[in-house]
């Protein structure tokens, strides 16, 4: 289990710590097929609970699925619009062909959630961020960035230079198959070097700020620079 608190003293993960004692190591210990069932049994109950909690039942193989609106966002992927917005000089709206016909990137990381647990070895697909941002031009004054979930409540931000780095993703597969809607697909944000959190999912709006606006979990409390190791005691330390 992570601490509760990062190097500074900032609260990380408290809100969800209680709510993954219980049904969240499920999937963990059960494997994917009793936590699948599981999750088909609570659907009802996840559509009713506006907290998100109950979206820590695990399920989608070895992953935890976590939802701050209680239900699972679902766009087909010929109806995906990603918006590139703010201070760029081309403002964009890519389709997931679109995506796809920049350079693909592969990327074997780990998975890290600020609450304690990790998937190894993942596969991911997609474009770099990096690129996305090149296509529409960031302004000079431009310095961060801001992105917002079709889920209509998640936002996350990285600095542009966090944003550059070489294992930032707009990602289009997981495990070699298209991101699904429990992972956050068609399209979502994989940031490999930071807290699962900072991977925004069911991605839709990526807005170039002059500073950084801070997300959804950042406004509650958690750390904004959400490097791992920095809340768990594991020495992850960030390279490059």
């Keep these: ?97 679109d995506l796809k016909a920049m350079n693909p990137v592969r990327l074997v990381r780990d998975f890290q959630c600020v609450t304690g647990w990790r998937v190894p070895e993942v596969p991911w697909k997609g474009a770099l961020l990096a690129d996305v941002l090149d296509a529409a031009g960031v302004k000079p004054e431009g310095r ?22 070489p294992d930032v993703l707009v990602a289009y597969e997981l495990e070699d198959k298209p991101v699904t809607d429990a992972h956050g697909g068609p399209v979502r944000l994989y940031v490999a070097p930071m807290y699962g959190y900072k991977s925004c999912k069911w991605l839709e709006e990526i807005e170039v700020t002059a500073d950084v606006v801070e997300g959804y979990w950042e406004e509650r409390g958690y750390d904004t620079d959400a490097w791992i190791g920095r809340s768990n005691g594991r020495r992850d330390d960030p390279v490059g």
Aim: aromatic content about 6%; hydrophobic content about 45%.
């Design 144 to 165: 961060a960035l801001s992105f917002k979930s079709f889920d209509g409540s998640y936002t996350e931000s990285l600095t542009l230079d966090q944003a550059r780095r």
């Design 1 to 97: 289990m992570a601490d509760d608190t990062t190097s500074g003293g900032t609260p990380v993960g408290r809100r969800v710590v209680l709510g993954m004692l219980g049904l969240g190591a499920a999937g963990v210990v059960w494997g994917s097929k009793v936590a699948d069932a599981l999750n088909r049994v609570l659907a009802p109950v996840q559509a009713m609970d506006g907290t998100g909690l109950t979206s820590l039942i695990p399920a989608a193989g070895r992953f935890r699925i976590y939802s701050v609106v209680g239900f699972l966002p679902r766009r087909s992927a010929a109806e995906y619009r990603l918006k590139v917005t703010g201070l760029v000089e081309r403002p964009l709206e890519l389709t997931l062909a």
